[in-house]
Each structure stands twice: as structure tokens, then as C-alpha cells.
């Protein structure tokens, strides 16, 4: 299958984490690449590293680039981690592969759609990707098997701390 889970709302990642730990109940091999988050002490990446012979954790991105600082710099590093999820992705080893926070990536430009969704649509049989980040483009969602858009009702946070809060 190939999975979008995508909107403003909040738990996108949090459902893929859910997925990936159905697998590791299951005794099945993940990977996962963080496009954009970075080398920031995560819980779920504290968990997941717990269990080394069964999740790999590739961690690529400088953390969120809502207004980068260096676009050469982060189209490299984006190209870097679609590198790094296409040899996971053809790892026969690999069930799952969790691309986080590539619809942000995408929908930046940092990766051209075209090249991701034709890849996407050709992966191997029987693989599992799960594509997560606000702002899915259509080229994705067109070739998903399913799209789950979180959608917010509520928040605790102050409301000039909502735009800033973008996951």
C-alpha cells in the first residue's frame, strides 16, 4: 500500500509511529526517513531505537524550514534523504518505509513531484510506504491507496502560537 496522511491537524506522524509498531509486534523490519525534523531527540525515536535489529532511523532534514535560511542547502538535503528512503524502499528486508514529512518537502519544491510519484507508483510489490506532512500535492494523493487528512477542531495553543505550530 502506499499511505498519505496528510491536513493542519495534528497526529500524522503520530499514526504513521502506529503502524511502524504494529510491525515491530509482528517481528517485521521498518525504515524510516525524517526529511525534515532532524537530529532532535524525538520520543518515538527513543522508543524506536530500542529495537535496532528491526526499525532503521535515517534522520535527514536540519529540523522544520518554514522559512529557510538556505533553499541550495535544503533542496540538497532533501535529495539526500529521497536517496537514502529509495534504498530503503528497495531493501526486500524492509515491510514498511515511513517517508516523514515528505509532503513537506514536496510541497516546497525541494523534490520534483513528478520523479516521486512516478517512483511511488512503481515500488516493489508488496511494500508499504507511508508519506506524511501537511499540504499533500494532488500527483500523491492521485496514486495513494489511502489518504487520511487530520483535520484540527481544537487546540490548546494560543492562537499566536498556531501559524508557528506547523507540523
Keep these: 500500500l502506499l499511505d498519505v496522511h496528510t491536513g493542519k491537524g495534528k497526529g500524522k506522524t503520530t499514526a504513521a ?3 511502524v509498531a504494529r510491525c515491530i509486534g509482528h517481528d517485521q523490519k521498518v525504515g524510516i526517513v525524517q526529511f525534515v525534523k532532524g537530529k532532535w531527540e ?27 535560511q538556505d533553499r541550495v542547502r535544503d533542496i540538497e ?20 518505509v515511513l517517508l516523514d514529512e515528505i509532503n513537506i518537502v514536496l510541497r516546497n519544491d525541494y523534490l520534483d513531484i513528478n520523479e516521486v510519484a ?6 516493489p510489490a508488496g511494500k508499504h510506504i507511508i508519506c506524511t506532512g501537511r499540504n499533500a500535492k494532488p500527483e500523491l494523493i492521485k496514486i495513494a491507496n489511502l ?7 481544537k487546540t490548546p495553543l494560543p492562537r499566536r502560537l498556531q501559524s508557528a505550530s506547523r507540523d
Design 42 to 68: 524525538t520520543g518515538e525515536r527513543v522508543v524506536l531505537e530500542a529495537f535496532p535489529e528491526l526499525v532503521t532511523i535515517t534522520a535527514m532534514g536540519e529540523g522544520f524550514t518554514w522559512e529557510t
Design 77 to 96: 538535503t532533501a535529495n539526500a534523504a529521497w536517496a537514502r528512503a529509495k534504498e530503503m524502499i528497495e531493501d526486500p528486508e524492509l515491510v514498511l
Design 17 to 19: 509511529m502506529g503502524i
Design 118 to 123: 512516478d517512483y511511488l507508483k512503481n515500488k
Design 147 to 153: 489518504v487520511t487528512e487530520m483535520t484540527e477542531v
